[in-house]
């Protein structure tokens, strides 16, 4: 079935290391989002990649970096300059940009760092 | 990027219908007004998104203002399976790749 896989769902790191979250799609999407929410709030844009190679920081994109060295992966690494990492993370993707097309999310991965 | 006001909270019985409201009055001419819905601990859901033109589909319809400075999502049937929150966003449909910014949202409740 084609569809968005983040792995892994829940993920425990201590303070100071640096951390990937894994973002697959197999829609044959060109565009990939990263979004991060924490509780009670909406979700708030990291990156995002409209084309392999290229990518564009979105409205809280420091402390993260990104990838995209092939159009199915966009990888998300949260840096240890990233103050306060724990929260809910998702990606989405879409055939061109979100405006004229819907989005197809993944289902999160929950990172608790400690 | 333009912006959204949503209720905070509405409720529901199920098999109402129920009216989701959104004002966008600093909306520009080529926005998209999207909908998404989120349940808990998941990735947000499409629903339904249109220009102009009132839309309907399978899950809900979209009503547009015909200054488009408002929409309502409207849930035919509300089911229990409804409850979640329900994001309006407007999004750039021109050159810009139309990123999505997400506000709070409604919560919609729905009783049996």
């Known amino acids: 079935d084609g569809g968005i896989t983040q792995s892994p769902k829940y993920l425990f790191r201590k303070e100071g290391q640096n951390v990937t979250l894994s973002c697959e799609q197999n829609?044959?999407?060109?565009?990939m989002y990263w979004y991060r929410q924490d509780p009670g709030q909406g979700l708030r844009l990291i990156y995002y990649?409209?084309?392999?190679?290229?990518?564009q920081k979105g409205d809280i994109a420091e402390g993260y970096s990104v990838s995209r060295e092939k159009k199915e992966s966009f990888p998300l690494t949260v840096t240890s300059a990233q103050k306060n990492p724990t929260a809910f993370y998702l990606c989405a993707s879409s055939p061109r940009g979100q405006g004229r097309t819907e989005a197809f999310f993944g289902q999160g991965t929950r990172l608790t760092v400690v | 990027d333009a912006k959204t006001t949503q209720p905070n909270s509405m409720e529901s019985n199920e098999e109402e219908p129920v009216h989701l409201p959104c004002n966008h009055s600093t909306i520009s001419g080529t926005d998209y007004i999207h909908w998404y819905r989120q349940l808990p601990s998941q990735g947000p859901e499409y629903v339904i998104h249109g220009l102009t033109s009132n839309v309907n589909n399978r899950m809900a319809s979209l009503a547009i203002a015909e200054d488009r400075k408002s929409s309502t999502l409207i849930l035919h049937r509300a089911t229990l399976r409804d409850a979640a929150v329900y994001y309006c966003?407007?999004?750039?449909?021109?050159?810009?790749?139309?990123?999505?910014?997400f506000g709070q949202g409604t919560i919609l409740t729905v009783h049996p």
């Open positions: 829609l044959n999407h060109d565009a």
């Open positions: 990649s409209q084309i392999v190679n290229d990518f």
């Open positions: 966003i407007l999004s750039a449909g021109g050159t810009s790749y139309g990123k999505l910014t």
